[in-house]
């Protein structure tokens, strides 16, 4: 075994041992803490009605115990020190997370309190749990949330052709925390949600939203966002039952919010050949609907796209179809994914919506689409073509094209009438003819 391999294996023995001691101490200290709440107070639960008709399926156990395997060995599976970091940075944050809910809204189980006793072989594997387990740590359930983390490594770790076991098996997991009654429902989105944002904390291949550098704050979409996530959650809360699903766009808007007011287009965590991966599906959908709702709405009566020079095009986000009648796409929109459309040339220029672009955010775009066209026919688009892309093509017609910026400001609208360049951005643009004066 060379150095660097030596090396390699002491770090996973390192983060092992961590993360289970971590594991123990905090799930047994959360449990502990809930059952001593239980002799003075009254822990809730939230079941849905239907779900007195799940069946106890006692050989669900095995699958539910396997997940501890999938866990130990994905450490052990890490191919390299950054690959095992971003794996326990992320077990780790689940944990956390996860904790913080048993901490602040201690549900229980109550099923487990009429579960037949099961004997056998299933029957030991019961016995096992129960002398870990209570039932409570339920919401956002640990399970899902650690399932959703390790099911995103082997996927990632591993070639396409051994994904359909992964995710068959994975599937088994997830719905054995029903069939052994170790979880009531709600449990499962909460931790899918849990998962899904620990990955959002710590992506691959892309700077943590965390770790950004200043940033123009957005405050005021800030408070738009912020305040429909508390409209939607005050609304959950109140009505209890089927409207306990507004919390999912609730939490959804408030990552959202976040992004305006902190994390800034990091924030939207869109890979560079403009994918989302499930994890970030999960974290986004509610949003990503609405924003593509809201995309139709504003360009149905108006061209897809429309053509500004020859070889260049300024639209909306493009469909399939589309996206293939051009050689290039340049990507502006930074929170709706392209997810399904394989283009030869793709170059990523995310911008945040409903935020002006800053002068290197200006620069960049200029670069970007000038690289871009070098490959032919080339679409400049943003969500709805009217702003974060007409303010980029601007910037590439002063730069590339010695235009002016009443000029160029000229050209898009002849092209495409309804774009919206507010007066702060106009005055960022002319900023750029100081340095490439035309």
Not at 88 to 100: D, E, F, H, P, S
């Amino acid at each position: 075994m060379d150095k660097n391999n030596k090396k390699l294996w002491q770090q996973k023995g390192i983060w092992l041992l961590s993360l289970a001691i971590f594991f123990y101490l905090t799930y047994n200290a959360a449990n502990y803490l809930t059952i001593w709440r239980a002799k003075t107070e009254i822990i809730p639960h939230i079941m849905f009605q239907w779900e007195h008709n799940i069946p106890l399926i006692p050989w669900t156990i095995i699958p539910y115990w396997t997940e501890n395997l999938f866990y130990g060995l994905a450490i052990l599976l890490a191919i390299n020190s950054k690959q095992l970091k971003t794996l326990g940075k992320r077990l780790l944050a689940t944990q956390i997370i996860c904790v913080l809910g048993f901490l602040l809204f201690p549900l229980q189980q109550i099923n487990i309190l009429s579960r037949p006793d099961v004997g056998g072989f299933f029957g030991w594997w019961f016995d096992s749990l129960m002398k870990f387990d209570h039932p409570y740590n339920q919401a956002p359930s640990l399970h899902i949330a650690l399932l959703v983390v390790l099911w995103t490594f082997y996927t990632e770790r591993f070639s396409k052709k051994w994904h359909w076991l992964i995710s068959i098996w994975s599937i088994f997991i997830g719905a054995s925390v029903l069939t052994t009654w170790q979880h009531h429902f709600i449990d499962i989105p909460a931790g899918m949600l849990a998962g899904a944002l620990a990955i959002w904390i710590f992506p691959n291949h892309i700077q943590s939203p965390l770790y950004v550098p200043k940033l123009a704050k957005n405050w005021k979409w800030f408070g738009v966002y912020f305040t429909v996530s508390i409209i939607f959650t005050m609304i959950a809360i109140v009505n209890k039952h089927a409207w306990l699903w507004l919390l999912y766009p609730a939490f959804s808007l408030l990552i959202v919010a976040c992004n305006y007011g902190f994390f800034g287009k990091k924030g939207f965590p869109k890979q560079k050949n403009g994918n989302y991966s499930l994890s970030q599906w999960i974290l986004f959908l509610p949003y990503i609907l609405i924003a593509k709702i809201n995309s139709k709405i504003w360009t149905c009566k108006n061209n897809s796209y429309d053509k500004v020079l020859p070889n260049l095009f300024l639209g909306a986000i493009p469909n399939t179809k589309t996206a293939r009648q051009f050689k290039s796409l340049v990507d502006c929109c930074a929170e709706i994914p392209l997810n399904g459309h394989k283009v030869m040339n793709y170059y990523p220029n995310y911008l945040l919506d409903m935020t002006p672009l800053s002068l290197d955010e200006c620069e960049h775009a200029a670069n970007t689409i000038n690289k871009a066209i070098r490959n032919g026919d080339t679409l400049v688009f943003c969500a709805l073509g009217y702003s974060r892309s007409a303010a980029s093509l601007v910037a590439y017609l002063v730069v590339y094209r010695n235009y002016s910026v009443n000029q160029a400001i000229k050209q898009l609208k002849k092209a495409r009438k309804d774009i919206v360049l507010n007066k702060e951005q106009i005055k960022i643009l002319r900023r750029l003819t100081w340095k490439y004066p035309y």
